[in-house]
């Protein structure tokens, strides 16, 4: 497992921007796709964007799809969320994951999953106001 500690969340108005930012610990964080998942009061949490371990495959919920874009920095150990022309409807705890590359050989359904990670952040809050 690697650990994870979560960053930029904020207040904003609707139609502003905010980048979460991802902090790992650990020497194999190459080995590890990255996944971003939002949960809001009274609300399951859900998949927001996931990123491959090398970088090379991104995924989205539909929902953000056009607006989010996830990214990372293997030599950094970080991970990133740029979030534009953000809704009140964004407005939730955002988590930062992990998982082996190996969780996800079966395909994208995988990476959209909370099953397969296995690290987790403590989340940071996003809310957007109308």
């Known amino acids: 497992q690697v650990q994870l500690l979560e960053s930029g969340g904020g207040l904003v108005q609707a139609g502003g921007s905010l980048r979460l930012s991802c902090a790992a610990s650990?020497?194999?964080?190459?080995?590890?796709?990255m996944g971003w998942f939002r949960q809001a009061p009274g609300q399951e949490r859900e998949f927001v964007a996931a990123?491959?371990?090398?970088?090379?495959?991104?995924y989205y919920a539909n929902s953000v799809k056009g607006r989010f874009t996830i990214s990372r920095d293997n030599a950094k150990n970080t991970g990133n969320l740029q979030m534009n022309s953000l809704k009140p409807e964004d407005t939730a705890l955002y988590y930062c994951?992990?998982?082996?590359?190996?969780?996800?050989?079966?395909?994208?359904?995988?990476?959209?999953?909370?099953?397969?990670?296995?690290?987790w952040g403590q989340g940071t809050q996003v809310t957007v106001s109308s």
């Open positions: 650990g020497r194999s964080f190459s080995r590890y796709a």
């Open positions: 994951a992990a998982g082996l590359s190996s969780a996800f050989y079966g395909g994208i359904y995988y990476y959209t999953i909370s099953q397969s990670y296995d690290s």
């Open positions: 990123i491959s371990w090398s970088g090379g495959g991104t």
